[in-house]
């Protein structure tokens, strides 16, 4: 589905920038309602799920990389490593 590849493409790019549903949404012509409804039916999370555990692979992976929680931080879009560390946690406990 071309609305989803899009949100993907968005979300994906934009690992930093801390879009909300709505914007994205509104980016791909779509309320914000039936877009949550369209992305959980066809990846089976929300995209506010899907763009956290993204956020956390991905500073996870910048972990392994030698990259410092701070520098990980700011480059995932969270205001400091804490919050991105209870970010982690939150998503390893959902697991």
């Known amino acids: 589905d071309s609305t989803l590849i899009k949100a993907l493409k968005i979300i994906h790019s934009q690992i930093r920038a801390n879009r909300s549903i709505a914007e994205i949404a509104e980016e791909c012509g779509m309320s914000t309602d039936g877009f949550i409804r369209k992305f959980k039916a066809y990846i089976g999370q929300t995209p506010y799920e899907y763009s956290k555990k993204?956020?956390?692979?991905v500073a996870l992976k910048l972990r392994e990389l030698g990259n410092s929680w701070e520098d990980i931080a700011e480059k995932c879009g969270y205001a400091d490593?804490?919050?991105l560390l209870h970010?982690?946690?939150a998503v390893k406990n959902n697991r």
């Open 54 to 57: 993204l956020k956390v692979r």
């Open 81 to 83: 490593q804490t919050s």
């Open 87 to 89: 970010a982690i946690n």
